[in-house]
């Protein structure tokens, strides 16, 4: 059962929120009719707010509401301000399911809430000796229903909450963090609009839909809907899971290289490896292994997770061909794991060129310090040493002290480490010179005795 007393501290305007407060007290009390009648003047005073604040962002018709209001609050005479606030308060539901700040279903739970104000606060209403009764549990239903559809949430319109994610995600201001897009856009709309908003995610990059003439592409589009999906599943993962339930046919009907994309988007969520069906994932599978082409560093990524090389077998392998190393640390760099540390002294003793070494060791190495353990630490290092393109390469002195400032688990043990790896690159190069590693050499307190 929802605690009413949790749903006070919910309520959007702190203006409003006393109101709410007393209509739960009544309620506690036993007073139905108050709780009723009480209910009913937070609705009035928080649709009021709602449309002044639309009314400052802007909405034409939403000021021509509040100016209304603020003509009334105007007179002097109450006796001519009280009819005329009257006709106003029974507009109110109109005028808000036409803002958007209610949609059809909030419409028909609040009219009754009116019906049933006017019914507790109009004796007259009805027939001598049958007055209307409410019980405690109805008045709780209707606290509960307001408390839900209008009082916790936001000033945000429906149609216009939607058009701004959209512009969001097509700006070039575009950011992919999980917690500003749920906090900005998901969490400050109603329920049927949030609904429209992971339709649309979902759909986009699922499918990889065509998007006109926009300022992106279909593949940028698909990407960032999928940032947004992964934010959305944060706050309702079943509502996703539906959603791509949903699209499982229409899914399975796209080209192979967007599903292989769609992978690299979405593979991290089980509900999409899921949704997708067994023979999807075949033929993904099957895609991976006949077209290496596709396989992108977003993709490789997922190699890291043991369930997705599980589900998609041939990744693995496709991860182990690649030919570039730039590839692959980018990939390693994107999902830095336990699983991909044994590949790390390889790749730095492959190197070839000194543009190479340095990036293997930013994209890959350092992203995944805190996951190496002290031999194979000790493996990289070697590499790292024996290797000319690394040792020599202008960026790795520094890059050799952030990868012993990552590595702090690994102390006192790594200290022999550190040593020896300063012995043999300072054997090639004696101090002072650039490449003598002398800044790595006094973290770690190396001394020549």
Known sequence: MIDLQEQVGRVHNPDVRPLV????????????????????????????????????????????????I??????????????QMQKIESDLLKEALDRQIIDTLDLRELERLKHDRNLCAHPSLTPLGEFFAPTTEYARAHLTSALNCLLTVPPSQGKRALERFQQHVTSSSFTDTPGFIARTFYDHTKEATRRQMVALAVKHAMLELDVG?????????????????????????????????GLR?????????????????????????????????????????????????????????EEVRAAFPTLEVS???TPSDAVRAQAIGR???????????????????????????????LPSARFLATDQLADILSAWADNMQCREASAMPANA?????????????????????????????????????????????????
């Open 401 to 449: 002290v952030a990868l012993h400032a990552t590595t702090s688990h690994l102390r006192p043990d790594d200290q022999p480490v550190w040593e020896e790896f300063i012995r043999k690159v300072q054997e090639e190069n004696p101090p002072p010179h650039y490449y003598a590693y002398e800044d790595l050499a006094a973290a770690v307190e190396f001394r020549i005795f």
């Open 249 to 305: 046919d229409d899914f399975a009907r796209i080209e192979g290289a967007k599903m292989v994309r769609a992978l690299g988007r979405l593979g991290d969520l089980d509900i999409f490896r899921e949704a997708i069906g067994e023979e999807t994932r075949t033929r993904i599978n099957d895609l991976i292994q006949t077209q290496p082409s596709l396989a992108d560093e977003e993709l490789l990524s997922l190699t890291s997770l």
């Open 213 to 245: 003439d926009l300022s992106v592409n279909a593949i940028e589009m698909a990407r960032r809907m999928a940032a947004c999906v992964h934010a959305f599943v944060e706050r309702d993962r079943g509502q996703v899971a539906e959603r791509m339930q």
């Open 319 to 321: 991860f182990a061909q």
């Open 21 to 68: 407060a007393e209509a739960v007290r009544a309620y506690s009390i036993g007073s139905a009719r108050s709780a009723i009648i009480l209910t009913w003047t937070a609705v009035c005073a928080d649709l009021i707010l709602k449309f002044e604040r639309l009314a400052d962002d802007g909405d034409g018709k939403a000021k021509e509401f509040a100016s209304k």
């Open 70 to 83: 603020e003509n009334v609050r105007s007179l002097t005479d109450v006796s001519v301000a009280i009819p």
């Open 335 to 365: 999902r830095p794991s336990a699983f991909f540390t044994g590949r790390l002294a390889r790749m730095l003793r492959e190197a070839r060129g000194f543009r190479a070494a340095e990036a293997i060791t930013t994209d890959a190495v």
